[in-house]
């Protein structure tokens, strides 16, 4: 294999069907694609400037001494290249995307016509409230129906992912501690959690103390009872939880956390599965972050926009982080400092305006278009189609937790490729080949070799049947011993097998100039 001058394998190690590989390294339509760097002449421009006037230097000894060494590209070779790196990308838009507890949902077109009208996509978020009275409004709905989905009297909107909302959440927990004068230092967490809880909890400067998992995958009380001490400021829980599994005892924990003076924390990520089924507030919620971006539609991934929205108690109303919108009579208003904020005691912002506003509108479409009873069907559709993989598989994959029904994603494990020589990681590679993106692999931790499944509730039944069809396929060829389909996949993709840990420990992110250009030494182009 050889690299190119970043360690990446340059020359494709794929072959053809027939088995050789071909003469310019493209497969079919598919594109090689080299960085732009590496296509564009850092010696040339691909437009024509004008000579440049004399002007006087007014940046002192900031000013650059040598060129920047841009790429140098004509437009059609920059169209191109930027159009082949967009047609490398997997999306919900182009198939069946199981990803496991990333909730990959439907973004209809309806969303993006109205995130686009200019009264909501060309307004800045520092004009006079009287010229965006429309904007708040929005916000304001969005607010409102998520507190009636919750039965949560209060939310904060501006945090921008589910990660940020449980900061948001927890902060606002810390603040309510810290207003009665109560340092807590701990916080508990089922082993079964997203790494996003313990890392929010030790971000915040508190001791995080796990929960082991029930063998059933639940989190048993008795477990957190026994936990439940003074320090104790908080549990994390995720419901319906990772193992994609409803937590019945639910309520008898959130009681026991109260009368231990603790707050309860519920991850929301998964409040798709529940929507309109289930309301938070009534199971003892005191803050909770709803991920638009996996409830309610809005794009998911590759580092886009996410909004986390936190709905809060009674008990944390009064510290939620500003801004927030108003109504009155002279229409929509933002309260932006703490003394307007009519005796609350908000801890602080989250953000530097109100929010993802994009995200917002997509929302309220979705929320709108669907209506109460729309939504309801969203969630039961998700658990339907979740279990109607379990049902279609469980002769064939291994469940953990027996073969009773799941929520919104069905959890397998490894043991039904015991003796076959292929892994997890195998099996989910030759998935790949056959067209369809891994499930999540290896998570949650409590399951030997999980797989995470979580089909989108808009896949239809024929869809399914296919991604059915082709794990049945796979599972059988495990079995039957064709280990050569599993230890070299994926086989097609223009990448094979990557050395995923060294690519996350060892990045290479920088690029540097193969060799000095201009009169001056090169400065390295990426600095
Ligand atoms: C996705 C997810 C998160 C984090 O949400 P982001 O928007 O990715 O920050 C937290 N907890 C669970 C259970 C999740 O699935």
């Known amino acids: 294999m050889t690299m190119n001058r970043q360690g990446r394998p340059s020359v494709p190690q794929q072959t053809t069907a027939a088995g050789h590989e071909t003469f310019t390294g493209n497969r079919a339509l598919t594109i090689e694609e080299p960085l732009i760097f590496e296509t564009g002449r850092l010696d040339v421009t691909g437009v024509d400037l004008y000579a440049q ?47 496991g507890s990333c909730t990959m949902k439907h973004n209809p077109r309806l969303n993006e016509k109205m995130a686009r009208l200019p009264g909501f996509g060309d307004i800045h978020p520092l004009q006079p409230v009287s010229t965006v009275q429309g904007a ?37 927990i810390k603040a309510a501690l810290r207003a009665r004068g109560d340092a807590r230092s701990v916080v508990l967490v089922p082993e079964s959690a997203h790494g996003t809880n313990p890392a929010t909890a030790a971000l915040l400067g508190y001791r995080v103390e796990s929960i082991p998992a029930r063998a059933d995958g639940t989190v048993d009380p008795e477990a957190v009872k026994a936990k439940l001490a003074p320090d104790v400021a908080a549990i994390m829980l995720t419901n319906p939880n990772t193992c994609g599994l409803f937590e019945r005892d639910i309520i008898e924990i959130a009681e026991a956390v109260h009368a231990a003076g603790a707050f309860f924390y519920c991850d929301g990520a998964n409040f798709n599965a529940i929507l309109g089924r289930v309301r938070p507030g009534d199971l003892g919620v005191d803050a909770m972050h709803i991920n638009l971006h996996k409830t309610f539609s809005t794009p998911h991934g590759g580092g886009g926009p996410g909004a986390g929205p936190v709905v809060l108690s009674e008990a944390l109303a009064a510290f939620a982080p500003l801004p927030w919108v108003v109504s009155g009579p002279e229409g929509f208003d933002l309260v932006e400092n703490a003394d307007k904020a009519g005796g609350a005691h908000p801890f602080g912002r989250m ?10 509108v997509r929302a309220a479409a979705w929320m709108l278009s669907h209506g109460a009873d729309g939504m ?30 799941c929520m919104h994603e069905v959890l397998f494990d490894d043991e039904f490729l015991d003796g076959t020589g292929v892994t997890t990681l195998d099996f989910a590679k030759a998935m790949i080949d056959e067209g369809y993106h891994p499930m999540t692999m290896y998570f949650p931790l409590v399951v030997h070799g999980a797989m995470l499944i979580e089909p989108t509730e808009s896949e239809s039944k024929a869809s399914l049947d296919l991604f059915i069809a082709t794990l049945r396929d796979l599972a059988m060829a495990a079995r039957r011993g064709e280990t050569d389909r599993f230890a070299g996949a994926p086989r097609f993709a223009p990448r094979r097998r990557l050395d995923e840990t060294r690519a996350a420990r060892q990045p290479v992110l920088r690029w540097s100039a193969p060799a000095p250009v201009g009169p001056e030494p090169a400065r390295d182009a990426a600095e």
Request: proline share 7%.
């Open 351 to 360: 953000t530097a305006f109100h929010g993802q506003m994009g995200m917002f």
């Open 376 to 405: 309801r069907q969203a969630a039961e559709d998700a658990v339907l189609a979740a279990n109607y993989i379990r049902a279609s598989l469980s002769d064939l994959m291994s469940l953990p937790f027996g073969d009773r029904p």
């Open 53 to 99: 006037e004399e002007t006087p230097a007014r940046l002192g000894g900031l000013r650059r001494r040598t060129a920047p060494h841009l790429p140098g590209l004509t437009e059609p070779e920059a169209v191109r290249h930027y159009v082949r790196l967009s047609q490398k990308n997997y999306a919900i838009d182009t198939g069946l995307y199981p990803l």
């Open 136 to 172: 708040l409004e929005l916000i304001h709905l969005v607010a409102e129906g998520l507190k009636v989905l919750t039965g949560m009297p209060a939310v904060a909107m501006s945090p921008k992912a589910g990660a940020h909302g449980e900061l948001c959440g927890m902060m606002a």
